[in-house]
């Protein structure tokens, strides 16, 4: 019988299915990454819904596995060599994932770098320019009376938009024929844009033609369809 006993988050959030690897998460665009990558990919997991509105990411249990607060979160009761594996950071699951399953990222070295930086690029630039101009549009920035740096995250999120765009132009998906983790990783951040942060316009989103058919073509997706919603938001 698996045990997960050395995970103290396992006392607030225990696990039905020891067995089985267990996902700490909640369906925002980092979230989701690795919701819709379990699913892709077929692997027996357990969701466990974390409350980040009630600030469940500060807790000393969730704090043991993730000391920087944030989802997603996994173990894995059958890590490397059989031995359990906490691991946090979605870049970080999503490559473990399928390097784990053999999937949904290139065997070919040249092609398998090149994925990882598509999969960098949403890390560094995509995720955190996209949640700024979030803030400074929906959410308390709006207050700020000093428009500039609402201006700096459109304009940056903008250009960003234009170099998926400039990417996308003659292929289905980042890598090409192949759907990968760099798709997965994009996806829910663009549609977060125009859906929740309701930027759409403010980026001029309808002036692109290859971005949102491929963010279509993605959410067509059965595994994105199911990813989206898991676990269930409190």
């Given at each position: 019988?698996?045990t997960?006993?050395?995970?103290?988050?396992?006392?607030?959030?225990?696990?039905?299915?020891?067995?089985?690897?267990?996902?700490?998460?909640?369906?925002?665009?980092?979230?989701?990454?690795?919701?819709?990558?379990?699913e892709?990919?077929?692997?027996?997991?357990?969701?466990?819904?974390?409350?980040i509105g009630?600030?469940?990411?500060?807790?000393?249990?969730?704090?043991?596995?993730?000391?920087n607060?944030?989802i997603?979160?996994?173990?894995d009761?059958d890590?490397?060599?059989?031995?359990?594996?906490?691991?946090?950071?979605?870049?970080?699951?999503l490559?473990?994932?399928?390097?784990?399953?053999?999937?949904?990222?290139?065997?070919?070295?040249?092609?398998?770098?090149?994925?990882?930086?598509?999969?960098f690029?949403?890390?560094?630039?995509v995720?955190?320019?996209?949640?700024?101009?979030?803030?400074?549009?929906?959410?308390?920035g709006?207050e700020?009376?000093?428009?500039r740096?609402?201006?700096?995250?459109?304009?940056?999120?903008?250009?960003?938009?234009?170099?998926?765009?400039g990417?996308?132009?003659?292929?289905?998906w980042?890598?090409?024929?192949?759907?990968?983790?760099?798709?997965?990783?994009?996806?829910?951040w663009v549609?977060?844009?125009i859906?929740?942060?309701?930027?759409?316009?403010?980026?001029?989103y309808?002036?692109?033609?290859?971005?949102?058919?491929?963010?279509?073509r993605?959410?067509?997706?059965?595994?994105v369809?199911r990813?989206?919603?898991?676990?269930?938001?409190?």
């Open positions: 019988m698996t997960l006993s050395a995970f103290p988050i396992t006392t607030r959030w225990p696990a039905q299915h020891p067995d089985r690897l267990q996902l700490y998460s909640l369906p925002t665009p980092n979230g989701v990454k690795v919701s819709i990558m379990l892709e990919i077929g692997l027996p997991y357990e969701a466990h819904t974390i409350n009630q600030n469940e990411t500060w807790t000393p249990e969730f704090l043991s596995l993730n000391p607060g944030k997603p979160a996994i173990i009761p890590g490397p060599d059989g031995t359990p594996l906490g691991l946090f950071e979605s870049g970080a699951i490559v473990y994932l399928a390097e784990k399953s053999g999937q949904l990222l290139p065997q070919d070295p040249a092609a398998r770098y090149e994925t990882l930086q598509w999969l690029f949403q890390m560094a630039s995720g955190p320019m996209f949640g700024q101009l979030g803030y400074f549009h929906k959410f308390a709006r700020i009376e000093d428009k740096p609402l201006e700096r995250y459109r304009a940056e999120t903008r250009r960003l938009l234009g170099v998926l765009e990417r996308l132009a003659n292929r289905p980042i890598m090409g024929a192949d759907y990968t983790i760099a798709d997965i990783s994009l996806l829910g549609r977060n844009l859906g929740f942060y309701g930027a759409g316009e403010l980026v001029d309808a002036s692109l033609t290859h971005v949102p058919r491929w963010l279509e993605g959410l067509d997706r059965p595994a369809q990813g989206l919603e898991i676990p269930p938001r409190p």
